[in-house]
C-alpha cells in the first residue's frame, strides 16, 4: 500500500532551522508531484511547497518564498523540506503528499509537528 512517513520536526527556536523529510513507499515516486502542507492547531490544512517530477519545477506559498526549499531525492524515494529563518506561525503538524492523491482524497499520515517558540 501507498505510505508517506514524515520526519524531522521538533521544537525549535524563532529563526532556527529544521529539515523534514518524507520516505514514500508503495508507488513509483520519481513519476509524481509531490507536496508539503501544514495544519496550524485550530486551522485547516494549508499547501506549503510542492515540486513536479518532470523537471524538479517548485512552488511555495507566498509566507514561505525565500526561507523554505523542497527538494526529492529519487533514489531513495525521499522529499523534503528545508525550513530556515522560522518564525512562530511556522508551528503546525507538517504532511507530505502526492498531488494527485490529494485529488483522489486518499487518507493522510500522521505528520511530523513542528514547533517554533522560544
Known amino acids: 500500500q501507498v505510505q508517506l512517513v514524515e520526519s524531522g520536526g521538533g521544537l525549535v527556536q524563532p529563526g532556527g532551522s529544521l529539515r523534514l523529510s518524507c520516505v514514500a513507499s508503495?508507488?513509483?515516486?520519481?513519476?509524481?508531484?509531490m507536496s508539503w502542507y501544514r495544519q496550524p492547531p485550530g486551522k485547516e490544512r494549508e499547501l506549503v511547497a510542492g515540486?513536479?517530477?518532470?523537471?524538479?519545477?517548485?512552488n511555495y506559498v507566498d509566507s514561505v518564498k525565500g526561507r523554505f526549499t523542497i527538494s526529492r531525492d529519487n533514489s531513495k524515494n525521499t522529499l523534503y523540506l528545508q525550513m530556515n529563518s522560522l518564525k512562530p506561525e511556522d508551528t503546525a503538524v507538517y504532511y507530505c503528499?502526492?498531488?494527485?492523491?490529494?485529488?483522489?482524497?486518499?487518507?493522510w499520515g500522521q505528520g511530523t509537528p513542528v514547533n517554533v517558540s522560544s
Open positions: 503528499n502526492a498531488d494527485i492523491f490529494v485529488k483522489r482524497k486518499w487518507p
Open positions: 515540486i513536479d517530477y518532470v523537471d524538479d519545477k517548485t
Open positions: 508503495g508507488f513509483t515516486f520519481k513519476s509524481y508531484a
